[in-house]
């Protein structure tokens, strides 16, 4: 399993991407530390792109865990998920519904492209970023 983030300072998006198989303790683990980075940094738009997941094994508790707790990015800003999987979209629809109240601008999309075109984008320069 790898995680990266990687931000686009010109047009203000910090990309957090998961590959391979994706737990809840690794799911969890990168959901903090994208707020961490957030909190020591301007706010930003924000993708999560789960495309490369070549295993969803999160729980319904563990979504749940995450959709009543703070947002990682705040509110105002646009954040997307890019799940391309029917089962990771739906449980990351369930996230969007149970945290609506606190996410009010928050997407879950198919494909990057989507993403891109809902925040309004084209070529965007990623650079990885230090959580220090």
Known sequence: MAFAMDFDARNNILRMTLDGIVTDAILLDSYWRAARYV????????IGDISGATKFEVSV???RKLALS???IPAGY???????QDSVYGMVRMFQTLGESTRPDFHVVRT????????????PE?????EE
């Open 70 to 72: 703070p947002p990682a």
């Open 61 to 63: 508790s563990t979504v």
């Open 39 to 46: 909190a020591s940094h301007a706010p930003c738009r924000g």
């Open 78 to 84: 646009t954040r997307v998920f890019v799940a391309p």
């Open 126 to 130: 990623f650079h990885p970023v230090s």
């Open 112 to 123: 990057m492209d989507e993403a891109y075109r809902l925040l309004r984008v084209e070529s």
